[in-house]
């Protein structure tokens, strides 16, 4: 891991707007993204966790310029990108890559799957013919599939097999970032140990970085350097994977980590702080923190003013008001 | 609660095919199980195993124009079920065993207020009056914790949360005090706050009611906090069975094993920064079910199999204290321990 970030988010907010009335004038807004800021280094993976609708597939696309930031600076390879057009990000796109929960709907399925994963190849002029189907053919051997299968289609594969297919469609350009949204949620288990695996091998390979999307903690722990928890659009925490595991400082982080099953039965019975609730939408976000509806330790403050993500102690920052800089890391009380 | 002392349900060597243009699958290649009053039962396994097939098969809701329950028997009260005519079953269905699915949007009525689709169960079960039903469905919606109930009843499906629409649909499972509830992943579709909650719910109202639940579910975590026993399945076939403690602590079948192997914990020691340990995979893929399984059906894959596992079908035996496995070679398994 070398020190310079190879993609730098600053101040990052993405508002859908809502429109309504006779006129379907905007009436509002669903505040997605709501001022994000995080970088990722050569060889890093930066884990993104939270729940349905905490902004963190929205934070992918923008990223990817797929869909346009309201406001904030997305800067790759030390080139700022936020204001290219979509004529110009087209040669950024080598640089950062995607993968994604289901390939198969991204893969058409008229075209040899061998073609599929040779297309960026072609598009980006690396090579073309024979030089072409040789990398394709290396390609399909270093994420295990057997170069034979570049003339079948993408239905004759399992959806492991269709998943390697997506990771070296998207190694082809040989890009600095990879970004994998929820990659292995459809994936039974004993399939998402392999592709686990494939990932953190090329990532040590070719020093690849990954901005990792996922709701689920167990995969999060493992693939993960760094880890960013969202709500509501928003990182409430982030710091590093064994840090967050050990000592999270966010009421919400202790939430979701006690909420998580373990595949131990003795721990059952032990989970102790599951939060009520439902998750507020994100149309009409709560005041103050967003987090304060649900939250045991919210104090009258927590409702009125928004908490800024500070860093708390080294590499670890925390959106908390109860969770001053140097404060004690210890159990919050209830108050 | 019933003074039988019997198992509640009775599943013997059951098959279930369905015709396809691949051939005819064996979904369910002959398993047999257990479900005592009153407990918890886990059916674990991966996509495909047979799992969700054999909860439909116990409600009996296979589609006639594919699928059939081709041999077996599954007793419910000592009462023979694959014969019931499809009145009898409707009769049971809702009443005395019930079910709740993963996607509550698909099996709740759009068009109908959550209170009237509680009530219309109850009324047609227990043959109480619409405001009897109302009120009762009012019970169940407090029971489940749904906040400000009396509001909810009169609110569509839409109206509600994906947490809320789950407790709806239990609230209607239990509304006619079912022996039986068959869980087919409930909460897989759910964020983990709202998983924790649901699946605290289902074990509380177990134990108020004394209803048998029937959980069946891929993930060995929610087996693990909610289930008393469980059945793993692989390729239709159970091959292994155990009391939660004793699988989770001594894993017999080679596929169990792996399975645990290739889950990433959260609960083992912290590990330092940086490292990340591989995972165990599986090799391989599981079999196509068209075929016919000569063997053991995971031998293809298995570390341990010999040219027994692969010529003859191991039988569940008995390796002490109600823990059945279905390997040839789990004296060598447990050495390798």
């Given at each position: 891991m ?10 990052l907010?993405?508002?859908?707007p809502?429109?309504g ?27 993104l966790?939270?729940?349905?609708g905490?902004?963190k597939?929205?934070?992918?696309k ?22 290219l ?13 995607t ?6 709907s ?38 295990g ?15 492991g097999?269709r ?6 469609k ?6 600095d970032?990879?970004v994998?949204?929820?990659p292995?949620s ?13 990932l953190?091998?090329l990532?040590?390979?070719y020093?690849?970085a ?10 999060m ?5 760094r ?23 966010h009421?919400y ?8 099953t ?25 005041p ?22 500070l860093e708390?102690?080294?590499?670890h ?8 800089v ?5 159990p919050?009380s209830?108050? | 609660m019933?003074g ?16 396809t243009?691949?051939g ?9 199980f ?5 407990e ?10 047979g ?8 409600l ?9 329950i081709?041999?077996?028997?599954i ?7 694959t ?34 689709q ?31 109930a ?20 239990i609230?209607?499972?239990l509304s006619?005090?079912?022996?039986v509830l068959i869980?087919d ?8 706050t709202?998983?924790?909650?649901i ?18 579910t ?14 793993v ?10 009391p939660?403690e ?6 017999l ?5 792996g ?9 083992v020691?912290?590990?330092?920064a ?27 894959r298995?570390?341990f199999?010999?040219?027994?596992c ?16 279905a ?5 060598r ?5």
């Amino acid at each position: 891991m070398t020190d310079a970030p190879v993609l730098q988010v600053e101040g990052l907010v993405k508002h859908f707007p809502i429109h309504g009335g006779l006129l379907q004038r905007q009436v509002g807004a669903v505040r997605a993204v709501d001022g994000v800021t995080f970088s990722i280094r050569r060889g890093e993976t930066l884990g993104l966790v939270g729940e349905s609708g905490c902004g963190k597939s929205t934070i992918g696309k923008v990223v990817l310029k797929l869909i346009e930031p309201t406001a904030g600076k997305i800067v790759l390879a030390g080139e700022d990108v936020t204001a290219l057009k979509p004529g110009a990000m087209w040669t950024h796109r080598r640089r950062i890559q995607t993968i994604f929960q289901d390939p198969y709907s991204s893969m058409n399925p008229r075209l040899p799957s061998g073609t599929i994963v040779g297309e960026p190849l072609e598009n980006f002029g690396i090579a073309r013919g024979a030089a072409r189907d040789d990398q394709v053919a290396q390609l399909f051997r270093r994420v295990g599939l057997r170069p034979e299968a570049m003339r079948k289609y993408a239905h004759e594969f399992s959806g492991g097999q269709r998943q390697r297919l997506g990771i070296a469609k998207a190694l082809s350009v040989n890009p600095d970032v990879i970004v994998a949204d929820e990659p292995v949620s459809a994936l039974d288990v004993s399939v998402q140990a392999q592709v686990l695996n494939l990932l953190i091998d090329l990532q040590e390979e070719y020093g690849l970085a990954y901005l990792f999307i996922s709701h689920d903690l167990a995969v999060m722990r493992h693939i993960s350097h760094r880890i960013a928890v969202m709500y509501l659009g928003r990182i409430v925490e982030l710091t590093d994977k064994r840090t967050l595991f050990t000592q999270p400082l966010h009421p919400y982080t202790e939430a979701l980590l006690s909420a998580a099953t373990a595949p131990d039965p003795k721990r059952r019975r032990q989970r102790k702080k599951i939060v009520q609730g439902d998750v507020p939408s994100p149309a009409k976000p709560p005041p103050g923190c967003h987090f304060h509806t649900r939250c045991l330790y919210a104090t009258a403050e927590c409702r009125v003013t928004d908490p800024p993500l500070l860093e708390v102690a080294p590499g670890h920052h925390v959106a908390c008001l109860r969770r001053p800089v140097g404060g004690d890391p210890g159990p919050l009380s209830v108050p | 609660m019933n003074g039988n002392p019997g198992p509640i349900l009775e599943v013997r060597d059951l098959h279930t095919q369905f015709s396809t243009l691949d051939g005819v699958v064996r979904a369910v290649d002959g398993v047999s199980f257990d479900v005592a009053r009153g407990e918890t039962l886990g059916i674990v396994g991966e996509s495909g195993c047979g799992k969700s097939v054999t909860a439909m098969s116990i409600l009996r809701l296979i589609p006639p124009e594919t699928g059939r329950i081709s041999s077996g028997s599954i007793k419910f009260e000592g009462e023979e079920l694959t014969t019931l005519s499809e009145e009898e079953m409707k009769r049971l269905r809702g009443h005395r065993i019930s079910m709740i699915f993963q996607e509550p949007m698909t099996s709740l009525n759009p068009v109908l207020t959550v209170g009237t689709q509680i009530a219309e169960n109850v009324v047609r079960h227990l043959g109480v009056s619409w405001k009897a039903g109302r009120e009762r469905a009012f019970e169940m919606l407090d029971l489940v914790r749904i906040a400000d109930a009396r509001r909810r009843l009169d609110e569509y499906p839409h109206q509600l949360s994906g947490g809320m629409r789950q407790r709806v649909m239990i609230a209607m499972a239990l509304s006619c005090d079912p022996q039986v509830l068959i869980a087919d992943e409930p909460t897989t579709a759910l964020d983990v706050t709202i998983q924790a909650q649901i699946l605290d719910l289902m074990i509380e109202l177990k134990e108020k009611t004394g209803t048998a639940i029937v959980l069946i579910t891929h993930d060995l975590g929610v087996v693990a906090e909610t289930t008393e026993r469980v059945v793993v399945m692989y390729a239709g076939r159970k091959v292994e069975q155990a009391p939660v403690e004793a699988l989770f602590e001594e894993p017999l079948h080679p596929y169990t094993r792996g399975l645990m192997g290739a889950i990433p914990r959260l609960d083992v020691e912290a590990d330092a920064a940086g490292t990340r340990p591989r995972l165990q995979e599986i090799p391989g893929l599981v079999p196509i079910l068209t075929q016919p399984i000569i063997g053991c059906a995971f031998a293809p894959r298995c570390g341990f199999a010999t040219d027994r596992c692969r010529s003859e079908r191991p039988p569940l035996v008995d390796a002490g204290a109600g823990h059945l496995v279905a390997c040839w070679e789990v004296d060598r398994v447990r050495r390798a321990a």
